[in-house]
């Protein structure tokens, strides 16, 4: 199954509500509890009134507490369409000398002393009721001790007041989330339009438009992403044109010894003489050699490109590929008349690919061989972070200011031996998928040169 990728949209709604739904939860309890304190302060003054209204109706007749209720006071008392009062009046006997026995207990260890007034919770009928008790005093009067006044309700108005008030509060709040995730899909959308023109001009290109793209009207959170996009489109630009140079270059080189095939083999046709057509062949074979050569090289700089992509550095021992390498080059240079010989530390850690590193020598001590030397020398040094392979000669030498543009493909400089101008080219980019840097030096005493390529050493400090 094809794996989708998440929405921005989708992504930036479901955080806002992820992150509002226990907001809204606590705020919901918060809210909540807010409103219940102030209704029930409010309930409560209302009930302290009927409580004290009633314990003015307690008269003191013939030394005892009696309660003479107007028949409008009792409905007062004791009418709502919602919630059911009640009251109980004891005289200071405890005795019931109004309302109903059935009143819920003063909360244990709370005694009411005379002249005071207590609201509590309770439970009435298995219904939750809040009560105001008032312990009246007799002293003054002919009778003694104190008349207890309860004056109890049940809550139903009290929560139907609290939820509404929570209601009102919270229902804007949660409305106006939902507008702010509508909001939210709205400008991302509107805010994605950009990145759409921008995919629509990309794809209405053609393969070799690499031009910047136009940054207009993107927004500032794209600008950077469009300036990598357009620094990518310069490289990769500038890429192609050094890559159809260089294929330019290769077709040029390749022509010249074809066409010097031609020529010689037209002449000795047309010649008749064998002398002439001997003459013929060997420049013939001589022109096939350095096609040959040339295109030996540009294998070997095509293979070397293409293994970047696949490259696959290992940790290995730089001592050990340039000893190998001495040994098995020696012959071959006594052959061309000259020397090797090997200066190196104990043992220097790289990461490379064995196989390209003694492509790189093998170019340099070629140069070296081929160009006049009778001394190579081959020498492995550490140096601070560093591991510094040279190969060094005591031939011709290049001058200083054409050190770098040796490198460029094809450039030769003249010296009346043959080549196809890329080794330096390939030792340099080998040297750069081995993150090396290389550099041309005057050799030892001042004669010949000295080639070297610098490895960064694995982790940093030599161990
Ligand atoms: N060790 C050297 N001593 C003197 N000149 C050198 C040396 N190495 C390179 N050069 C000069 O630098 C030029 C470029 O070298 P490079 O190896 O890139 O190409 P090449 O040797 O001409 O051809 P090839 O592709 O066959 O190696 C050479 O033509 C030569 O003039
Ligand atoms: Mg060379």
Known sequence: MKH??????????????????PLFILLWFGVHYTAHYFINAAFDRSLIRRTYA?????????GQARVDLPVAAREILVFDKEDLLFHRVLDPKGRVIEGEPRMPALPRGRALTPGHLLVYDGMRDGEPVRVAAF???????????????????????????????????????????????????????????????????LSARQAFDLSPVPPDGAPAELQPFLNEINSLLGRLAEAVDVQSRFVADAAHQLRTPIAGIRAQAEAALASGRPDDARYALERITHST??????????????????????????????V???????????PRALDQGAEISLDAVERARILGDAQLLRELLCNLADNAARYGATRIGLSVVLAGSRVTCCVADNGPGIPEHQRQVVFAPFHRLASGVDGAGLGLTIVQRIAQLHGAEVRLETGDDGVGLRACVAFPIPGGAPK
């Open 135 to 201: 312990s009246l005093s007799l002293a003054g009067t002919s009778a003694q001790g104190s008349v207890l006044i309860q004056v109890g309700e049940t809550l139903s108005r009290r929560t139907a007041a609290a939820g509404r008030a929570t209601l009102a509060i919270m229902m804007p709040l949660v409305l106006l989330t939902l507008a702010a995730a509508g909001i939210v899909t709205y400008g991302v959308r509107r805010g994605l339009q950009p990145l759409e023109r921008l995919r629509d001009q």
């Open 54 to 62: 009633l314990a003015d109706q307690v008269k003191v007749v013939g």
């Open 4 to 21: 989708r990728p998440p929405s921005l949209r989708r992504q930036l709604v479901m955080r806002l509500l992820l992150t509002m739904t």
């Open 289 to 318: 050699q350095t096609m040959g050569h040339l295109v030996q090289k540009l294998l070997v700089l095509a293979r070397v490109d293409a293994a970047e992509n696949t490259l696959q550095l290992a940790e290995l021992d730089a």
């Open 320 to 330: 050990e590929i340039v000893r190998e390498f001495a040994r098995e080059w020696a």
